[in-house]
């Protein structure tokens, strides 16, 4: 099942606002990851990160893999209509380098 | 083609019957994934081929459900005596395959199945 806590489960929010969204565990993961899916898509990634502490930047996301590797989060900055989807947090768990563990996912909708 | 293909997209059974759900991973990509991904939820992992073999199949729910790749490349889920249950998007993805994991997975649009 689920070992992945993602919240919020749903945002509203304005063109323009910022927006930031989370994930915890109670287990340690090697690799955090961020996708996000459309409808009647699969999942596209977005961030990938590697090491505990690691911040990094693709355009106006940013995401962060926590100190105790038990936790990350993503930010995106002056949302766009386009950003409209669900977005989901992924982690490969200490000892598996392939097997992907999901959130169930954050609904974000942009009100133009 | 440039990305992971996936047929049907959609696909309608009666409960009971027998179905393939078909996999093209994008050309080159040595490792397979299958997860399962019901309304409202992130997908969940089913199983992981690196080449021809199936080398961690545990996610799978139960013996109804098995996934073969003979030659590397196409994938075929099938699951027998399908079930309402069943019912939710099977997803395929692929990477690179290279030795010690942590590898971007790519994902396919999905197949939707709906069991009556």
Redesign the interface.
């Given at each position: 099942?689920?070992q992945?806590n993602?919240s919020p489960q749903s945002m509203f929010i304005q063109e323009g606002e910022d927006v930031s969204m989370n994930c915890t565990s109670s287990s340690i993961f090697?690799?955090w990851l961020w996708?996000k899916q459309d409808p009647?898509?699969?999942?596209?990634?977005l961030i990938?990160l590697?090491k505990a502490g690691e911040l990094t930047s693709n355009g106006r996301l940013t995401a962060q893999f926590g100190i105790t590797r038990k936790d990350s989060f993503l930010n995106i900055s002056a949302s766009i209509p386009s950003d409209v989807g669900i977005y989901?947090c992924?982690g490969?768990l200490r000892g598996s380098?392939?097997?992907?563990?999901?959130?169930?996912?954050t609904l974000l909708t942009v009100n133009p | 083609g440039a990305g992971v293909s996936q047929t049907p997209s959609n696909k309608v059974t009666e409960k009971g019957k027998y179905v393939e759900l078909r996999c093209d991973p994008i050309s080159g990509h040595t490792a397979l994934y299958w997860y399962r991904q019901s309304l409202g939820q992130g997908p969940e992992f089913l199983i992981y081929f690196q080449g021809t073999g199936a080398a961690d199949d545990s996610g799978l729910p139960n013996d109804r459900f098995f996934a073969v790749r003979p030659e590397g490349s196409v994938s075929t889920l099938k699951i027998q005596r399908t079930e309402r249950g069943d019912s939710a998007v099977y997803l395929c993805a692929s990477s690179q395959g290279l030795a010690g994991g942590l590898e971007t997975q790519y994902f396919g649009p999905g197949t939707r199945l709906l069991v009556l």
């Open positions: 099942g689920q992945l993602q090697n690799t996708y009647g898509e699969g999942p596209v990634l990938a590697y989901f992924a490969q380098n392939y097997k992907l563990t999901f959130g169930k996912g | -």
